[in-house]
T-cell receptor, first 115, second 112 residues
Framework: DAGVTQSPTHLIKTRGQQVTLRCSPK?????VSWYQQALGQGPQFIFQ???????QRGNFPDRFSGHQFPNYSSELNVNALLLGDSALYLC??????????????FGPGTRLTVL | AQSVTQLGSHVSVSEGALVLLRCNYS??????LFWYVQYPNQGLQLLLK??????LVKGINGCEAEFKKSETSFHLTKPSAHMSDAAEYFC??????????FGQGTELSVKP
């Protein structure tokens, strides 16, 4: 049973560029959440997708957007990259994701470096 | 608003010693609490979860945590540290809709 997978593993971009990160949830899961983890910090919630809609959003600017596909996979897009966007981006999946206390399973992350 | 505070950004123990990682939470409702571990260059792995069924929660790798409402704490303990336990540990609270709020993390070092 495959767990949560993310691609690519590493990515280097320059300021002002756009980036797309991808996530496939654990088999049977229908909800995907994205987190940003800056170096030396705990993960920060970006947003959550369920039934192909953004259901919750953290304190991130509109440059961060996402999408969920009918097969439950998800993309995170970041426009107009800033140096401060350099971080590990984690995808987490869960089942019936709007339920409080649902266990989330995390992928290995995508390391984004903005130069 | 719910929040999590982890006391001590770095904890160092000797191999075989007791591990104690501290976590305090702030929540206006009965919380769902989690401990995750992150090994270098990897994602997060769930160690254990509190859902109000029992105040003492046992997790993987010999870890356990005790929920103490009067102290708003959910400290993680492990009786005997192994070298392989060296990692970053995160305490988190689940808020409305399943979103997780994480603490800043505690880096555990294990000395031989």
């Amino acid at each position: 049973d495959a767990g949560v997978t993310q691609s690519p593993t590493h990515l280097i971009k320059t300021r002002g560029q756009q980036v797309t990160l991808r996530c496939s949830p654990k088999s049977g899961h229908d909800t995907v959440s994205w987190y940003q983890q800056a170096l030396g910090q705990g993960p920060q919630f970006i947003f959550q997708y369920y039934e192909e809609e953004e259901r919750q959003r953290g304190n991130f600017p509109d440059r961060f957007s996402g999408h969920q596909f009918p097969n439950y996979s998800s993309e995170l897009n970041v426009n107009a990259l800033l140096l401060g966007d350099s971080a590990l981006y984690l995808c987490a999946s869960s089942l019936k994701g709007l339920v409080d206390g649902n266990e989330q399973f995390f992928g290995p992350g995508t390391r984004l470096t903005v130069l | 608003a719910q929040s999590v505070t982890q006391l001590g950004s770095h904890v160092s123990v000797s191999e075989g010693a007791l591990v104690l990682l501290r976590c305090n939470y702030s929540s206006s409702v009965p919380p769902y609490l989690f401990w995750y571990v992150q090994y270098p260059n990897q994602g997060l792995q769930l160690l254990l979860k509190y859902t109000s069924a029992a105040t003492l929660v046992k997790g993987i790798n010999g870890c356990e945590a005790e929920f103490k409402k009067s102290e708003t704490s959910f400290h993680l303990t492990k009786p005997s540290a192994h070298m392989s336990d060296a990692a970053e540990y995160f305490c988190a609270v689940s808020v409305k809709g399943g979103k997780l709020i994480f603490g800043q993390g505690t880096e555990l070092s294990v000395k031989p």
